[in-house]
């Protein structure tokens, strides 16, 4: 009996149509049991950390997220709310099923605007223009989590860059019963404004205070520097420290309180073009140490950042962004350091080199965080900051790899041993309400030094700052989060000499390669017999 073959093709369909949906399905049934992904990206942009995976398998108890934005708005936050959602979904598959996610769109509805109020979202300006579209008006942009009768809140999601982070440490609050840490910020002799209303440095002071404690510590007082405080900020004072202060920083040191210098030797003034140097008093402290900052000035004619100028312009005189070789581009980063993780680079503002001693003991590890290229100069006895200066090498100028930022990690013996303990200023608040006088400490405790050669340096860097923060507190685990970023690396400049070869190759190449095609081809045609010099008889 023959078979009918339009019966075995149809059957055979029907086959593998069945095969097709019992695969699927099976699938999809381990799908939902398994999660994984495959992420192709250098740094796993696109998946979640380890140490995010970690806090959400740590969960005890629902957590509940709720996402309060405003649908239908323009680029570049019409996708904000999808890539606030997916990423809070990647962190639902690690939570073993206690996460629950509600999205919000609380404009116009008076019942919902007041839950988002009542979690601290409130809405921002958003403006948008186009030629057809002009807007004008508040949206909801905050997602608020609920853990328990604990709640964190992210007021304004403006940015997704480190959106991880964000959701990650606020789960940490959340899921830990640990004491926030606290910042302390030197105060006294001249330093920047912590409290400052405005201005990157008020920026930075938001940024530290959604993680941690911030305290104004005056030095030069009675008492000490309170124990409670988990690091030490100190940042461009512009008169010496008196032997007070520096004491209360010296025991602060000792006691395995890490402390961060932030030191400039110059500061530039722009009526004048003129430099004016600073003296903080801390050089021979630091030198006891095994570091120093050298009395110079670090200049990068090719790698260099901008600096706001007075620029001529007819008869008037306007400010305006100049690229500055005293704003020189450290591009020699530590890239094993937790610190410089995922960064390209680093500017530092009217900087000075710094030299640390051959003769540190052998427990002390020194790493240089950030260095300039080995192109950059370093000069003395600087006379003006007017750009067009450093046109041409000066005479005086030292090339080389100059360090920037360094840390050090170890016990120190104190600046003070054999030394009486220096009196309080009467004048001066005392650092604690209740000041006291504790026992002086010869030998420190186990910490961690920081020196960077530049105090503009700070405002300059707010992700390099919060990642000192944590490595200094020793709470890193969440440092590799913050420097994931889908930013693009940042090309190194081109010196000029070789600039100039580069525009010669590139104007020249197309016509010389024409000029040898042409001229191969010319012998190949005469090789085959294909071309012949014509004849006198032709010629006439």
Do not use: C
């Not at 399905?25 to 939902?32: D, E, F, M, Y």
């Not at 709720?66 to 690690?94: C, H, S, W």
């Not at 300039?372 to 000066?394: C, N, Q």
């Not at 005392?430 to 186990?446: F, L, N, V």
């Amino acid at each position: 009996m023959a078979l009918d073959p339009r019966r075995n093709l149809l059957a055979d369909a029907w086959l593998q149509l069945i095969l097709v949906v019992v695969i699927v399905v099976l699938a999809n049934t381990w799908a939902a049991r398994r999660f994984t992904r495959l992420d192709l990206t250098a740094d796993k942009l696109y998946s979640l950390d380890l140490a995010t995976r970690s806090l959400m398998h740590r969960l005890e108890r629902p957590l509940t997220a709720r996402v309060y934005f405003t649908g239908g708005l323009q680029a570049p936050y019409n996708n904000f709310e999808q890539i606030v959602v997916d990423k809070l979904e990647d962190m639902r598959a690690y939570s073993r099923g206690l996460m629950n996610i509600e999205v919000i769109d609380p404009t116009g509805d008076a019942e919902r605007e007041a839950e988002a109020r009542r979690f601290g979202i409130t809405p921002i300006q958003y403006r948008y223009a186009s030629s057809s579209v002009k807007e004008l008006k508040r949206v909801y942009m905050g997602v608020a989590l609920v853990y328990g009768d604990k709640q964190e809140v992210l007021p304004a999601i403006t940015q997704t860059a480190t959106l991880e982070y964000d959701l990650a440490r606020a789960v940490k609050a959340l899921t830990s019963d640990e004491p926030r840490k606290t910042i302390g910020w030197a105060a006294g002799f001249g330093q920047p404004d912590l409290l400052a209303d405005s201005g990157p440095l008020a920026r930075l002071r938001d940024r530290l205070t959604e993680r941690y404690n911030l305290r104004i510590v005056p030095l030069g007082g009675p008492g000490s520097v309170p124990d409670d405080v988990d690091a030490m900020l100190v940042v461009g004072p512009q008169r010496p420290l008196s032997d007070r202060a520096l004491y209360q920083l010296d025991q602060t040191l000792m006691r395995g309180t890490g402390v961060a210098f932030f030191l400039s030797n110059m500061k530039a003034d722009l009526q004048t073009m003129r430099p004016q140097r600073v003296f903080h008093g801390l050089d021979a402290m630091l030198g006891s140490y095994g570091v120093q900052v050298n009395r110079d000035v670090v200049i990068d004619r090719t790698r260099n950042g901008m600096l706001n100028m007075p620029v001529r312009q007819g008869r008037q005189v306007v400010m305006m962004p100049v690229n500055s070789p005293l704003v020189p581009k450290a591009t020699e980063l530590d890239r094993d350091s937790v610190v410089v993780k995922g960064m390209d680079s680093l500017l530092f503002p009217f900087a000075s080199s710094l030299e640390v001693a051959d003769d540190l003991p052998p427990e002390v590890e020194v790493k240089v965080l950030a260095a300039t290229h080995p192109d950059a100069g370093r000069i003395k006895g600087l006379r003006t900051i007017a750009p067009e200066a450093f046109r041409a090498v000066l005479s005086s100028e030292q090339k080389g790899s100059w360090p920037l930022l360094v840390s050090l990690s170890g016990s120190f013996r104190s600046y003070f041993v054999g030394r009486d303990v220096p009196e309080p200023d009467p004048s001066l608040p005392a650092t604690e309400e209740e000041p006291h006088e504790a026992p002086r400490i010869d030998q420190g405790a186990p910490t961690r030094l920081v020196v960077a050669g530049s105090a503009d340096f700070v405002v300059n860097q707010p992700a390099f700052i919060l990642n000192l923060v944590d490595w200094m507190v020793e709470d890193s685990a969440l440092i590799s989060i913050r420097s994931k970023s889908v930013d693009l690396p940042a090309l190194d400049p081109v010196p000029p000499d070789r600039a100039r070869m580069l525009k010669l190759v590139n104007l020249l190449s197309g016509s010389v390669g024409i000029l040898i095609l042409g001229a191969i081809r010319h012998l190949l045609r005469r090789r085959s017999g294909g071309y012949r010099e014509p004849a006198e008889e032709d010629a006439a």
